[in-house]
């Protein structure tokens, strides 16, 4: 007897006999050949918000890298331990991925907890209040008035941290150089657990709009 969880067991029995069996050649090929993700998606821990599950990919396709509310520190090169960064650093110097995704997500706990911060951490290490303290600049700045309705006030936040971690990883030498140089896109996304809908963010205008998705015309017989 093992105390694993069933419900992971049973979920691999599945796993095994649908989606691997369907792409064993493939898992094959990528473990002799190594993966090439073609992009990296900086994602939340959320269980509703997984980036495989909503960009419907495969093995190799994505490099993800989750933390609570999908945060993106500024490069500090000072020794100490920094998760993301050094995900990063292995996407973008040696996977050279294209394609950067910051995707943030509706009703957020993380960005909830940036917004009214609780009044005692969770443990004496407040590791959570640590982290989330890297948008709390931005956090004061989205208005606390009866203007905006709470839920307002949480999905604007959760819109301007996307583009507050776009800007922080353009403080990386190794990201603000190739982007430049037209060998890397930065993207922002925004998904709403609750209706399905993924917005994407206007590079220029840093507005979030719906995309447009251009579907193959069929062809005649
Ligand atoms: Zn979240």
């Known amino acids: 007897m093992t105390d694993f969880p069933r419900s992971l067991l049973t979920g691999y029995d599945s796993f095994m006999s649908g989606r691997y069996s369907g792409e064993s050649q493939r898992y094959r090929t990528l473990a002799e050949t190594g993966q090439k993700p073609h992009t990296l998606v900086v994602a939340c821990c959320d269980s509703r918000a997984a980036p495989e599950t909503i960009f419907d990919a495969g093995p190799g396709e994505l490099f993800v890298i989750r933390n609570v509310a999908n945060l993106v520190p500024p490069y500090e090169p000072d020794g100490q331990y920094h998760a993301t960064s050094a995900a990063l650093e292995y996407a973008v110097q040696v996977l050279k991925v294209r394609d950067i995704v910051v995707m943030g997500h509706g009703r957020c706990g993380g960005i909830q907890a940036a917004l009214d911060p609780m009044d005692e951490p969770l443990s004496p290490g407040d590791f959570i209040g640590k982290w989330m303290g890297l948008l709390r600049p931005t956090a004061e ?67 979030f709009i719906r995309p447009t998705v251009e579907l193959p015309v069929p062809t005649s017989a």
């Not at 037209?182 to 205008?205: C, N, P, Q, Y």
């Open 141 to 207: 700045q989205i208005p606390s008035t009866d203007v905006m309705t709470q839920s307002e006030r949480q999905t604007a936040l959760e819109r301007v941290s996307i583009r507050n971690s776009i800007a922080n990883l353009r403080t990386f030498p190794c990201v603000r150089i190739l982007e430049e140089k037209g060998r890397m896109r930065v993207h922002g996304a925004w998904f709403d657990i609750s209706t399905g809908e993924l917005w994407i963010m206007d590079s220029k205008t840093g507005d």
